[in-house]
């Protein structure tokens, strides 16, 4: 009996696509149809994930960590995109793909998205992929050796920037001022500071500077 998959690829890069989908189609079982959607960035994402909800549901996302942000703001990374993803499609399996190959990077992901496939594209393969796509289906989770890696070795270190975090870093990189933030969060200026003083702590941010604030969250990956 067939089984109709559908898939729904998010990546800015349209050869990375044509890589994926090339290698799916290739190596699928001969009782899967897989049906597939592109899109190159949030909004795109977004539009998709939304008309499948009222329609047929995705099986299966495809997430690039790194793409152009949302034209409203809303969404400023793949991390976002799965996030939402989770809540609106909550039966489909998310496969996150990253060139960020970070531990605590890798470690936020996981804690936040817990998703059923993690792949680091500087070290993946057509076979890789081939069997992630297979394993996430039938047996997850799959994660790539350098996921793994970097798993056993951030269990000693538990740095973990939720979503408000995430978006004091990318606006303040955009050049937003602190005072202009709250509005954007909806929460007060005194919470926006805590919240500022907490980011500084984590990465050891002494001199009290966006700049070398912003500078350290991009070493560590999470702008």
């Known amino acids: 009996m067939t089984q109709s998959i559908k898939i729904l690829m998010i990546d800015d890069h349209p050869m990375i696509i044509e890589g994926y989908q090339n290698t799916l189609l290739f190596t699928k079982k001969d009782n899967q149809e897989l ?10 994402a977004l539009s998709y994930i939304n008309k499948s909800v009222q329609q047929t549901h995705y099986d ?6 790194s793409l152009p942000p949302s034209t409203d703001g809303k969404m400023s990374s793949g991390e976002d995109i799965a996030e939402y993803a989770r809540k609106v ?34 070290d993946l393969t057509s076979s890789e992929l081939a069997s992630a796509f297979q394993a996430v289906l039938y047996n997850p989770p799959f ?24 978006k004091i870093l990318y606006l303040l990189s955009q050049g937003v001022k602190t005072k202009n933030l709250a509005p954007h969060l909806n929460i007060s200026l005194s919470a926006v500071e805590k919240r500022k ?9 002494e001199d009290g500077q966006d700049e070398t604030l912003i500078s350290e969250a991009r070493k560590k990956g999470f702008i």
């Open 197 to 205: 003083k907490h980011l500084r702590e984590i990465f050891d941010v």
């Open 60 to 65: 299966v996302l495809f997430v690039d960590i």
């Open 35 to 44: 049906k597939i959607d592109i899109a190159n960035n949030c909004d795109e």
């Open 89 to 122: 499609l909550p039966k489909a399996k998310i496969i996150v793909l990253t060139m960020f190959n970070e531990s605590f990077r890798i470690h936020n992901i996981i804690k936040t998205i817990d998703p059923e496939g993690f792949l680091i594209k500087s």
């Open 143 to 166: 994660y790539s050796g350098t996921v793994n890696q970097h798993i056993r070795k951030s269990l000693t270190s538990d740095i973990v920037i939720d979503e408000k975090n995430r």
